[in-house]
């Protein structure tokens, strides 16, 4: 049984690499010009603590020949749309609004990005959502665009390079690429009709407008806290197509600056990744029986005399450490010596689901002062 898991642990490894050679990688410096108009649309809220950099980032954007950047401001109180104002200057592509309280049936997320669709140039016909936290590099937008229009998709979500900075985080952080490479079948997703079979991170998207409004835009995803995830379904649903890339050549994201802030994160939306708390602990047991029960039987072996079961332990342990090393480096991640920690980290995350459904039964999950409702 232990080589059987050992061996289930590398067939999934080899998956990681065989994601990993055919993951699209957006040009850092498109060939060309991008000629269709562009809107890029930032939904701000209590941002003044890490907004600079990123919206920066986006003013000085290259490579497009007509780009607006609409922002909304929704209902911070720490001085954003102040600093977006000091920022901007006298900028004529920024466009700064005042976002109303979402209505009932909606959730924040998805009410703001609604509202700066809405006000997008009529004529633009591509639609970037970025968050404030993401840094692009000059390029970025347009090759991201290129991509789009490359892949023939009407949604693509390039990942930015994760930023970790505290160990919480590097624990942690790294398992966002990770499972979409391992689990996965990336090519199969762009080709599969299926909604179920999507993947899509918010921190920078860039849809087809017209595949966007096919969707139902974030009207079709106004209740979901994953509402990244729901949208690429939805396009799905329409369809669309979809496809995913490596982003780390173009946008950096440190999502959360303390461990507090990450467990306040995943908890807050966690629960909302499995469809009910059984299928949670489906997936969760099934990880830890990969990734966390290999180390045991390694040390478990060794101290019991069996070798067999230790070298069959430790085979497995490898195996998951080498799949956390290549998708680190195929997305521009720490891989040493952050991929040792692998058991760790999925340990981790298997303490952030449950601490996602505590927090869910006893309604106490909330962001950014706003309560998380449930579907």
């Known amino acids: 049984m232990s080589w059987l898991l050992a061996a289930a642990v590398a067939a999934l490894t080899v998956h990681t690499a065989l994601n990993a ?40 954007q290259r490579g497009l020949s007509r780009m607006e950047l609409v922002v909304l401001d929704d209902g911070s109180t720490d001085g954003t749309a102040a600093l977006v104002r000091a920022l901007a200057g006298d900028d004529p ?46 390029h970025a937008v347009a090759g991201a665009v290129a991509a789009l229009r490359a892949a023939r998709a009407q949604l693509l979500c390039p990942y930015p390079r994760i930023v970790a900075g505290s160990p919480g985080e590097r624990l942690v952080q790294p398992l966002l690429q990770w499972s979409w490479l391992t689990f996965l079948p990336l090519r199969a997703m762009e080709r599969s009709p299926r909604p179920s079979l999507a993947a899509a991170g918010g921190q920078f998207l860039v849809l087809d407008r017209a595949g966007y409004a096919r969707a139902g835009g974030h009207a079709a995803v106004r209740d979901r806290v994953l509402e990244d995830i729901e949208l690429a379904r939805a396009v799905k ?9 490596d982003g780390s050549a173009l946008a950096t994201c440190r999502m959360y600056a303390s461990w507090p802030e990450l467990v306040a994160g995943y908890t807050k939306s ?39 079961v230790a070298a069959a332990g430790l085979a497995g342990y490898l195996a998951g450490v080498a799949g956390r090393v290549v998708s680190a480096r195929a997305t521009g991640g720490r891989a040493w010596p952050d991929a040792l920690a692998h058991p760790v980290s999925v340990a981790l995350f298997g303490a952030l689901v449950a601490g996602s459904y505590r927090l869910r039964r006893r309604g106490r999950l909330s962001w950014r002062g706003r309560p998380v409702v449930p579907r």
């Open 21 to 60: 050679r055919t993951l699209r990688r957006p040009p850092s410096t498109p060939p060309s010009t991008v000629d269709e108009p562009v809107s890029v649309l930032l939904p701000l809220r209590d941002e003044a603590d890490r907004l600079a950099p990123g919206l920066r980032s986006l003013l000085a």
């Open 93 to 138: 592509r920024l466009r700064l609004l005042t976002g109303v309280a979402p209505p009932p049936g909606w959730l924040g997320k998805p009410h703001a990005c609604h509202q700066l669709a809405a006000a997008a140039d009529p004529a633009s016909t591509v639609l970037v959502f970025v968050d404030a936290d993401v840094v692009l590099a000059p």
């Open 237 to 245: 649903r329409a369809g669309g197509r979809i496809a995913l890339a």
């Open 270 to 308: 966690l629960w909302a990744s499995f469809g009910s708390a059984t299928g949670a602990a489906a997936v969760v047991l099934l990880l830890t029986g990969l990734y966390v029960v290999p180390p045991l039987l390694a040390v478990g072996g060794a101290l019991a005399g069996t070798p067999p």
